[in-house]
């Protein structure tokens, strides 16, 4: 009968043992040393060798002939078959109290041919809570002849009371190198035909699991008629290759929603993966961003560097950062879905659509980008015009003129001193009325939706307005109340004095009507506290004013206002 190349080139000392030196090294000198303990824990991923040195380690500490840790293969124990000295329990299986019950009844029992009784209990995490108290009377008492050694994958799944009392050895991923290595030593044994780039492919997939990766050469070995390549590898692993991932990303990037369909269903009918493609997807990406961030790193730590060299030339890097955060949603909710297909679908989808959302964004800051300069030269050749006037007709000095400016201002404020009363009251109301229904969920998706008021820019009836509001902070919102925040009172005042306009400007974008009021850093810290620590009770009150009136006989054009905050971004 076929023996599987796993167990056939399991390691049988622990010279055998490949990618855990430190581990090797630790029962090596406590075996020297006699220093043995009577508890030891395995950690560490699959397939790295947990069971494998559990059962060599057993083996050792009963040889009657050891020389340098390595058993004589000629003693009566290390001859049994079935040694009844090692006992191997499966605790996925046997995890009842019952179980351990009985392990506690043999404890006492010495060893039939050599010096300890020792078991290995493997998937130790899979026992009950009751097993668990049950072993833990044996590892706090045991006897002097009989040793435990605890394999598990999931250590944070075993109660504290036990690791406690257990040489807790942590096993590693092996690293692809060693993979390498010793899978083409067993290709040599087995003469088996494979090239170099299918070697490190399956040290790739198998994700440092010694196991798994010998378990894939061995299918490859029966999938493949001849020498076995890289092809072969993605088509059993179910995978694809990097030109055709090179070629998956490019039609993404491009919005080819059809050619992505199209060959997802070719995937589908070949038996593709679409949980392993998505992480290939994720793992491909992240390799174009290190590529073109970390290019020394990179080059340094993967074989083949120039398909990436290719593809980065052709995509933005900002995209791929999208990418991955979409890829890693849908990653998530394939694991909770019967229909992995649908998923990825979805992804790519999403994909493309953020490919235009993207492309829309670059195109208006473009567009503006063109346009600003263009209103800035507008602007200041009014105020050019406005000072020549002025120049003209007063004869004016610029120190007479920006003291003509600030007795202006000093009388606007005189004169409206009502009109701030008023606007406190109106404040008070709305920073209340805002709080009371604060709904957080509303002011992320109304945020997003800010950086749509620079399409405004462009347009003269409200390219002011929309200055002014991305100058601010939108910090609360309710589903009728917005609340902005501003640097200084003055600013946060004059918003106040032209709400109206500013409603209406905001209303554009958000298709929605409503009321707005702002304030300043310094008197909003004051309210977050409040609100935060509920220093008082914000209570919600219908509005018992009329705004428009209020504010009718001060409705002054707001390039006159706000010409000396007015920035364009």
């Known amino acids: 009968m076929y023996q599987a190349l796993y167990r056939k080139y399991r390691p049988k000392t622990l010279e055998d043992v490949c990618g855990q030196e430190t581990i090797v090294k630790i029962l090596k000198n406590s075996i020297r040393k006699n220093e043995i303990n009577h508890a030891y824990l395995f950690a560490g991923p699959r397939g790295t060798g947990k069971t494998s040195i559990a059962k060599i380690f057993a083996k050792i500490v009963n040889c009657e002939n050891l020389k340098d840790c390595v058993p ?30 009985e392990l506690r009844n043999k404890v006492n029992l010495v060893p039939s041919y050599g010096k300890y009784k020792v078991y290995i209990i493997d998937e130790v995490h899979m026992l009950t809570v009751g097993a668990f ?23 944070q799944k075993i109660p504290e009371t036990i690791l406690s009392r257990c040489q807790r ?10 993979i390498v290595e010793n899978l083409d030593k067993i290709a040599k044994k087995e003469k088996i035909k494979i090239e170099k780039e299918a070697l490190y492919e399956i040290a790739r997939l198998s994700d440092g699991g010694m196991r798994d990766s010998i378990g894939m050469l061995d299918q490859a070995k029966a999938y493949s008629e001849d020498e076995i390549n890289l092809k072969d590898i993605h088509d059993i692993n179910g995978t694809l290759t990097d030109v055709d991932m090179q070629e998956l990303i490019l039609d993404i990037s491009e919005s080819k929603l059809e050619k992505i369909l199209e060959k997802t269903d070719k995937y589908n009918e070949n038996g593709k993966n679409f949980t392993k493609l998505i992480e290939e997807l994720i793992n491909f990406i992240r390799n174009l961003i290190l590529y073109e961030k970390a290019p020394k790193y990179f080059k340094n730590n993967h074989q083949n560097t120039k398909i990436y060299e290719e593809i ?6 900002k995209k791929l ?18 229909n992995t297909k649908l998923m990825f679908e979805l992804s790519v989808i ?29 602007v200041h050749e009014n105020e050019f015009k406005k000072n020549i006037d002025k120049d003209t007709i007063t004869k004016q000095t610029n120190t007479e003129s920006t003291e003509e400016k600030t007795n202006v201002e000093t009388k606007h404020t005189e004169k409206n001193e009502k009109l701030t009363e008023q606007i406190n009251y109106i404040k008070q109301i709305r920073i209340d009325n805002t709080l009371a229904k604060f709904n957080k969920k ?12 620079n399409e405004l820019l462009l347009n003269p009836d409200y390219s002011n307005y929309a200055s002014i509001l991305l100058d601010g902070s939108l910090k609360a919102a309710s589903d009728e109340y917005l609340i902005f925040v501003y640097k200084t009172e003055r600013i946060a005042n004059l918003f106040n004095e ?23 850093n310094d008197n909003w810290e004051i309210i977050k506290d409040e609100y935060n620590h509920k220093k008082r009770e914000f209570i919600y009150k219908i509005e018992d004013f009329n705004i428009e009136e209020i504010l009718k006989e001060n409705n002054g054009e707001i390039e006159t206002i706000f010409e000396d905050i007015i920035e364009y971004n």
């Open 321 to 338: 950062f999208k990418y991955i955060d979409i890829l890693n949603k849908y990653s998530f909710e394939m694991k909770n879905t019967n």
């Open 312 to 317: 980065i030339k052709k995509i933005d890097t």
């Open 72 to 101: 004589c293969e000629k003693c009566t124990s290390c001859t049994q078959t079935n040694n009844s000295d090692i006992i191997e329990i499966d605790a996925a299986s046997n995890n009842g109290v019952d179980e351990i019950r």
């Open 498 to 520: 032209n709400i109206t306009k500013i409603e209406n400007t905001i209303s554009k974008v958000l298709n929605k009507k409503y009321n707005i009021i702002a304030t300043d």
């Open 442 to 453: 509303l002011l992320v998706e109304i945020k997003s939706k800010m950086d749509s008021l």
């Open 169 to 178: 050895l942590d096993f590693k991923k092996i690293s692809n190198d060693a």
């Open 133 to 155: 108290n049950a072993l833990l009377k044996t590892l706090e008492e045991p006897p002097s002849h009989v040793i435990f050694v605890l394999a598990t994958t999931d250590p």
């Open 350 to 378: 999403q994909m493309t659509e953020q490919n235009e959302e993207t492309n829309k964004k670059i195109e208006d800051k473009i567009k503006i980008e063109k346009e600003i300069p263009k209103i800035n030269n507008y």
